[in-house]
């Protein structure tokens, strides 16, 4: 299940029935939230999410780099992607190919 704000807001069981005019209680939205930070904060969702979260915060010189090949090299970004396609569509002939040991 998908969990949008307005699906919290929706007191019918059904998603085909639930619109965002729904009226809720406050004491309804309390426990919805209570019950989504119980499942959100358990540590077997949490150390992953955090841990997604900080690798994909964490800095990297790819804007850098780009810069460098494109202004400095003389690429043009329509080739550099090509060879980042390249480059992926090889990484999975790689991952695929149970020949090589």
């Known amino acids: 299940m998908i969990l ?3 699906r ?3 007191t019918s069981g059904m998603l085909h029935e639930c ?5 809720l209680q406050l004491p309804q939205l309390k426990e919805r939230i209570k019950t989504l930070w119980g499942a959100v904060s358990r540590k077997d969702i949490l150390l992953p999410t955090a841990f997604v979260f900080l690798w994909q915060a964490t800095p990297s010189a790819e804007t850098a780099m780009f810069y460098f090949q494109t202004n400095s090299l003389g690429f043009q970004p329509e ?4 060879v980042r396609l390249v480059g992926a569509l090889a990484s999975l002939a790689g991952e695929t190919d149970d020949s090589v040991v």
């Open 4 to 6: 949008t704000p307005d």
């Open 8 to 10: 919290l807001l929706c």
């Open 19 to 23: 619109t965002s005019c729904c009226t």
């Open 79 to 82: 080739f550099l992607g090509r």
